[in-house]
């Protein structure tokens, strides 16, 4: 019996030193290679709506299963849903599935930000929904990729090449005031070794206009994110945010003030 502890023992015995060499003096750099290996995973979001006291008001869940690996580095939507509840503390149905999300296919990029990318979603307030799991995945995966090569253990850097205003596929706005990435540490996913990355970006503006509805306020988000030393594949992420904003509706006379918490996770299913 003896034996069968060793290895665990002496790997996780390892002196501070000795496990910094071999595991945090560097991140390996790329990502995954878009060659049929198909990773998969299941996004859910959670929206919690309350006034600025904190009452609540409603919640919605957005849930989706998303695809990626494909050759020619397309990624694919399928089995998204989205639900209402207006009990706080009920569970959510099923809810209604987004047929123009089925097989919806693109190649992960900044086009994504163009309204063309758009042309086959609907006008219902669905859209922004669906527009946000993609948006948010994309972030996801440009925190887990694009900066291995200049981020140090415990060292918080910001991104410049985000930073500013851009335009939300004319349905509104979103200003970066400053997004900041730090890798924390390792751990353990799916049984794979995992750097941690963790982001934050405070005091966003955003403004958006969709139909009879006009927004304007600003968010805070921050999160992690669980990326594989050996196969450079996510295992597991995760979003949290916090936003105020006044909302217009043509029709109504008096603007109203709307807090929402949203807590999102990416979980690997394959």
């Known amino acids: 019996m003896l034996q069968v502890f060793l290895t665990p023992l002496q790997t996780f015995c390892q002196s501070p030193e000795k496990l910094a060499k071999n595991y945090m003096t560097s ?5 995954p290679a878009d060659n049929g290996n198909l990773q998969k995973y299941r996004m859910t979001a959670v929206y919690r709506n309350m006034d600025i006291y904190g009452k609540f008001t409603g919640k ?12 020619g580095g397309y990624a694919q939507w399928n089995n998204v849903f989205v639900s209402d509840s207006k009990d706080e503390n009920a569970p959510f149905d099923q809810g209604k599935k987004q047929d123009f999300m089925e097989n919806f296919r693109y190649i992960p990029s900044s086009g994504m930000m163009n309204e063309a990318a758009f042309k086959s979603f609907p006008t219902a307030i669905e859209n922004i ?22 981020l140090k253990l415990n060292k918080v850097i910001s991104l410049p090449d985000i930073k500013g205003e851009f335009n939300m596929a004319d349905i509104g706005k979103y200003n970066h005031a400053s ?17 941690v990355i963790e982001y934050r970006a405070l005091n ?12 304007k306020g600003t968010e805070q988000y921050w999160g992690n994110t669980w990326v594989s030393l050996k196969t450079r594949e ?37």
């Open 60 to 71: 919605t869940r957005v849930v989706g299963d998303y695809t990626r690996g494909f050759k």
């Open 204 to 215: 966003n503006k955003l403004s958006i206009e969709v139909g009879n509805i006009k927004t």
């Open 179 to 195: 997004i900041q990435l730090c890798w924390t540490g390792i751990s353990i996913r799916n049984n794979q070794l995992c750097a």
């Open 129 to 150: 929904f669906a527009r946000n799991l993609i948006w948010d995945m994309l972030s996801v995966e440009i925190f887990a990729w694009r900066y291995n090569d200049t």
């Open 234 to 270: 996510i295992e597991f992420g995760e979003i949290y945010s916090s936003t105020f904003q006044e909302i217009e509706v043509s029709g109504m006379k008096d603007k109203f003030l709307v807090k929402t918490i949203r807590e999102l996770t990416v979980e690997r299913i394959q």
């Open 27 to 31: 991140l390996p750099s790329g990502k």
